[in-house]
């Protein structure tokens, strides 16, 4: 009684948000936005056999995998998806949010068939594969627990149109700065150091913290110098201890800080460099365009943000393990681009839409505790989540309509978005 209550109000939910989120989309590409972010929560799973089988439809299986393989191939989709995404999540992004960019991969090591596989690096073995690139963009608070997905796309630096990984970084930041205006800050690590970068972000005024690597030349003191030299000569005049815990393990470490005034050669605007020891043998070292001055907890907070990518970088772990992305398997670039969209609807659903009002946060709540009392319930919220989600609809076996979908020949077929 218990699951098929929560079944159903899952279901008039993913209903609701999946209708906001293709109401510039034709009848039938409703229905299939409906049925993928339905199919990929059901069976937490991106194979298109899955989500076929999730909606149970009474018709031959191979037919609805047909169907739903034609709906997936339509070009453009996944841009309009990502826009609508960012729209649902601009008004959780506040003047100091952060929006931390994450270049990432997913690996496809025994795919041979699959439009424009490109060498990946496999981070988890820290070799070169095959597979395709995929930037991420997920906003956060200092301190906060919750987070929200804002944009996802998939890339192959063998597909026609592909131009470079700066292009894709910063056209994931002009998609969402398009929505959020001069809100948030933007955080990114690697390739974030470079110029064709950096120019960008400064011409369009908007804010930033980037990991820097020492060989970059700064303007300080009126002279050209390297960043590791103004690095190793700053006083370090404050300190704290962070603990970092990676898989089940607390790792200590013990951190001074200090921040040097600095300005890149080919433009006036001040900026500032935050330096902390303690991460390696090498200064870590922090280029921002916050105003720092002598003051513990502004530094510390400038500090705390960058960390934050940490827990980001979970949520992407939380991405591609629980909807097991790297399994995903049509063979067309355009069909994988829109696969990752809404991949990406499924994800700000579970991490965002369930929490954005009192009652849909209580019903976050009971499905996490369903997750618990019935599978086990992981550290981190939204694998719970997922996890709930997936098993309770799918231990219904109902499919994502409230009675079965049986469209009519002729003029008077109907749809379940009616506009």
């Known amino acids: 009684m218990i699951l098929s209550h929560f079944a159903g109000k899952l279901r008039d939910r993913i209903c609701d948000f999946s209708g906001k989120l293709s109401k510039s989309f034709c009848k039938t590409e409703k229905r299939f936005i409906h049925e993928m972010i339905y199919g990929i929560q059901a069976r937490q799973s991106v194979r298109l056999s899955e989500v076929a089988r999730s909606l149970n439809e009474n018709i031959q299986l191979k037919k609805t995998i047909e169907r739903l393989s034609n709906r997936l191939a339509r070009k453009g989709m996944a841009e309009e998806i990502t826009e609508r995404v960012i729209r649902n999540g601009k008004s959780r992004i506040k003047e100091n949010t952060l929006l931390i960019l994450d270049p990432t991969d997913i690996t ?4 041979e068939k699959m439009e424009y596989l490109a060498g990946v690096r496999d981070g988890s073995k820290n070799t070169i594969g095959k597979g395709y690139w995929m930037t991420e963009v997920i906003a956060a608070d200092t301190g906060e627990r919750d987070v929200v997905p804002m944009y996802q796309s998939l890339y192959s630096q063998k597909a026609p149109e592909f131009e470079s990984e700066n292009a894709e970084i910063l056209n994931a930041i002009n998609t969402v700065s398009r929505h959020t ?12 150091d470079r110029r064709k970068i950096l120019g960008p972000l400064l011409e369009n005024g908007r804010k930033f913290i980037i990991r820097m690597r020492g060989d970059r ?3 300080f003191r009126g002279k050209s110098r390297s960043m590791e030299e103004v690095a190793l000569g700053c006083p370090l005049s404050y300190s704290d201890r962070v603990v970092k815990e990676t898989k089940g393990k607390e790792k200590t ?4 800080y200090g921040f040097r005034r600095i300005k890149l050669p080919e433009y006036e605007k001040p900026l500032y460099l935050l330096v902390i020891k303690g991460f390696g043998s090498r200064p870590l070292m922090l280029l921002t365009t916050i105003e720092l001055r002598k003051k513990r907890s502004l530094l510390w907070w400038v500090l705390e943000s960058y960390l934050t990518r940490w827990r980001i970088e979970e949520t992407i772990r939380f991405i591609k393990q629980s909807y097991n992305l790297e399994d995903v398997r049509v063979l067309t670039y355009e069909r ?5 969209a809404l991949v990406l609807a499924a994800v700000h659903f579970a991490a965002v839409y369930l929490g954005s009002r009192p009652k849909l946060e209580i019903m976050a709540v009971h499905i996490m505790k369903t997750a618990k009392r019935i599978f086990g319930i992981p550290n981190f919220r939204f694998y719970a989540l997922a996890d709930g989600i997936g098993k309770i609809l799918d231990r219904t076996d109902k499919g994502p309509y409230k009675k079965p979908f049986l469209p009519q020949k002729g003029p008077k077929q109907l749809f379940l978005f009616e506009t």
């Open 253 to 256: 470490y013990n951190l001074e």
């Open 217 to 219: 030349h700064v303007m």
């Open 181 to 192: 205006g001069d809100a948030g800050i933007w955080v990114i690590d690697r390739g974030g």
């Open 336 to 340: 994988l681009k829109n696969m990752m």
């Open 108 to 111: 496809k090591p025994y795919a």
